[in-house]
């Protein structure tokens, strides 16, 4: 067992300790810092000291990888709605579950969430824990972090899965740095090695020319991030048997400390990664008005308009229509890529697309290499042909 | 901004830069497996000029001081110095062999350090991501390891008090506005500035700057958590992405293409 404590002949009372305490468990009394039964023993404090009059005694409890099983996925929700990349974890954290022959849990913070946590259980999830307070409505790093750290702590998860939204990539490096473990962001492969048992996590690296797999070896639990349409999403299942643990959940426990005063919504004029179908336009385009071919076609198969990063940088269209590495990952029934030549950086963001059209010039542009149908020819002479056969059979 | 009058104290900004290689098209060794770094220009990460860009607008609104502070090698002062440049006031590099090898853990445990022995702090400023290790990890766990709050993904400063700072945080289809008090850790985007050129005399203030080295010794810490041996993730092994193969390619005269293009669409039910 671990102990603290304070050497009070060292001890000057200036308070460090104090500020440096995650858990507000230090008070200044009498000129000499106090340690509450809130500790966690994390260590903070014994660095921050200037005078070296906060100690850490006994042995470290070498961590039992064991005793780690099953894993975890972070149940987001906004307004009260289950974010889509958490069925995409689960799709996946079932399959490494099963690998292991472990559980699948997920764990929902929110208010009013029952239904919701009810019905993840029938895309194949053991245990959903919901922690359900008004409270909890709203996303805030402090309380979601002290919730979650606290259920890893309980429930020792072997793997932890978190969507990289903006919400999952400013909460996820939290967690991690209070439980001292790996966190790897953006992963694009999940998989268990069949000798060692560990997760491999696969993700670009430099740019996105190399991949590479990363492990976590003596930490638990292993963490990663996973962006949007990167996995399939989990399928409904007849399996029963899952269970809802409604959590108990104290607001005077945890800590709040930044205000949520309002949320504006804007919108979004693409919604690019729930498509089924993207025209996308690139460099060949040779100006902006190539875009508006582009949404025609795009307009005539129900679909969005993407582009490669060379067209949004020459200002062409906005970022928000970027695909790839620095833009969205997209995962549509059908892409169709216009005067793009198919660097790795923008197939990155849209190889997982089921079929992959292409029409350029260039019989050598890499994008042949990924397409589908594949057509070599001037996109200012096919795409206007393309459209006008369309409109003739709807008539 | 608003604020202003309320302000009565000079602030003391932190912003954390990374020297990084100015271009990601990093390639392996085909013989011997390894990355081929040689030959790239080092540079400050893109992402930080607008975290270095906004904490010296604040400090010129507000009155006050910024320090940039950074961990990497012994080069890794030229991009200290190119911060000075661009009207940082000091600026410190934490480097030390026995930190190489760290991941986002160890880095931010490292820069906590440093932080720590800077002393207090109104403010502390990151990227939003680096264009090499590209995680955003390092900003919210820097934040968890020195125990002050953060707000990842800042667009815009609304305004700034004397205990707290008012925020607006984009999510992927608007956003929030917060309030944190300070001091506090912040991420921001590319969207809440313009970064300036460094004049032509800040870059001679910069080339004469003093540039403070911290050591492992000098921080202090848990040897442990560190480096190499503070990380808890490992690569095992760098490859080069797949290619899926290719399908059916369609020559030929405009017109036919679209036609079997067209005929295609039909097949797999897309029409
Ligand atoms: C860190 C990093 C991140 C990046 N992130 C992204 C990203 O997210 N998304 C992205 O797209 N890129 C990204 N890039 C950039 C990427 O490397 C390429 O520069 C970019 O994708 C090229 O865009 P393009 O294919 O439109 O242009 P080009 O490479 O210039 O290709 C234009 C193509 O159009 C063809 N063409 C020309 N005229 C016609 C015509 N009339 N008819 C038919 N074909 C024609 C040409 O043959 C050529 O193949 C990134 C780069 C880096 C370093
Ligand atoms: N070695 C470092 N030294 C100083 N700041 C860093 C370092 N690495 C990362 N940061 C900061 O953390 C941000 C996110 O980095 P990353 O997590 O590597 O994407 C960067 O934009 C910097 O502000």
């Known amino acids: ?395 | 901004m608003k604020g202003l009058s309320d302000l009565k104290k000079s602030l003391n900004i932190i912003v954390c830069i990374k020297q990084v290689p100015a271009t990601t098209e990093v390639q392996i060794d085909p013989k011997t497996g390894t990355l081929i770094r040689e030959g790239i220009e080092a540079i400050v990460n893109p992402f930080d000029t607008y975290a270095i860009e906004e904490g010296v607008r604040l400090k010129e609104k507000y009155g006050g001081k910024v320090t940039a502070i950074s961990m990497g090698p012994p080069q890794a002062e030229e991009a200290l110095r190119e911060a000075i440049a661009l009207g940082c006031d000091d600026a410190v590099l934490l480097t030390d062999k026995a930190f190489a090898g760290a991941d986002t853990l160890a880095t931010a445990y490292t820069l906590s350090l440093g932080i720590r022995k800077l002393g207090s702090y109104d403010l502390i400023i990151c990227g939003m991501k680096t264009t090499d290790g590209d995680t955003g990890q390092v900003g919210p766990g820097l934040a968890e390891e020195l125990g002050i709050p953060h707000v990842a993904y800042v667009r815009k400063i609304v305004s700034l008090e004397e205990k707290c700072i008012v925020l607006e945080k984009s999510l992927e289809n608007g956003y929030e506005e917060v309030e944190a008090p300070l001091p506090c850790l912040i991420t921001v985007t590319k969207e809440i500035n313009e970064p300036r050129l460094p004049s032509f005399k800040r870059k001679l203030l910069a080339r004469r700057a003093k540039i403070t080295l911290w050591g492992a010794k000098d921080l202090g810490g848990d040897p442990k958590r560190v480096g190499l041996e503070g990380s808890p993730t490992t690569v095992i092994k760098v490859f080069h992405p797949e290619p899926r193969s290719g399908g059916q390619v369609i020559t030929g005269d405009p017109e036919t293409q679209a036609e079997i293009l067209f005929q295609k669409l039909k097949e797999l039910k897309f029409l």
């Open chain 1, 1 to 395: 067992m671990k102990e603290i404590k304070v050497i009070k002949e060292k001890c000057t009372g200036c308070g460090a300790c104090v500020q440096a305490c995650p858990f507000g468990a230090i008070e200044v009394v009498e000129g000499k810092a106090r340690i509450s039964e809130d500790c966690r023993l994390c260590g903070a404090c014994v660095s921050s000291c200037p005078y070296e009059a906060i100690v850490i005694t006994g042995k470290e409890e070498a961590v039992d990888l064991s005793e780690y099983k099953g894993v975890l996925v972070f149940g987001e929700q906004r307004e009260g709605r289950i974010e889509p990349v958490v069925y995409e974890l689960i799709g996946k954290g079932r399959e490494l579950a099963d690998k292991l022959g472990e559980e699948l849990s997920c764990v929902v913070l929110g208010y009013n969430m029952k239904a919701q946590a009810e019905e993840l259980l029938s895309y194949g999830v053991d245990k959903v824990y919901l922690y359900d307070h008004p409270s909890l409505a709203v996303f805030r790093d402090d309380p979601y972090t002290d919730i979650i750290v606290d259920l890893v702590e309980k429930v020792k998860p072997n793997i932890f899965l978190i969507g990289a939204t903006f919400i999952g990539r400013s909460l996820a490096p939290r967690i991690a740095s209070r439980l001292k473990t790996g966190l790897t962001a953006d992963c694009t492969g999940l998989e268990i090695d069949p000798e060692s048992r560990l997760l491999l996590q696969t993700r670009p690296a430099f740019g996105g020319n190399i991949m590479a797999t990363i492990v976590c070896r003596n930490r638990r639990p292993q963490m990663a991030t996973v962006r949007y349409k990167v996995m399939k999403r989990a399928e409904k299942t007849s399996r029963r048997g899952g269970e809802v643990v409604v959590m108990d959940f104290n607001p005077k426990k945890v800590r709040d400390r930044v205000k949520v005063r309002k949320f504006v919504k804007e919108e979004v004029e693409v919604s690019l990664t729930e498509a089924e179908v993207i025209v996308s336009g690139g460099k060949g385009l040779g100006g902006p008005e190539g875009f508006k071919l582009i949404k025609e076609l795009a307009d005539l198969l129900g679909g969005a308009v993407g582009a490669s990063r060379a067209a949004v940088d020459e200002g062409w269209i906005g970022y928000s229509h970027q695909v790839g590495l620095s833009g969205k990952t997209v995962r549509p029934k059908l892409y169709i890529a216009c005067g793009i030549s198919g660097s790795v950086q923008h197939l990155a963001g849209m190889g997982g697309s089921d079929v992959i059209v292409a029409i350029n010039k260039d019989p050598s542009a890499p994008i042949f290499k990924v397409a589908d149908i594949g057509i070599v020819g001037d996109l200012y002479e096919v795409l206007p042909r393309l459209i006008s056969r369309i409109k003739k059979y709807r008539g």
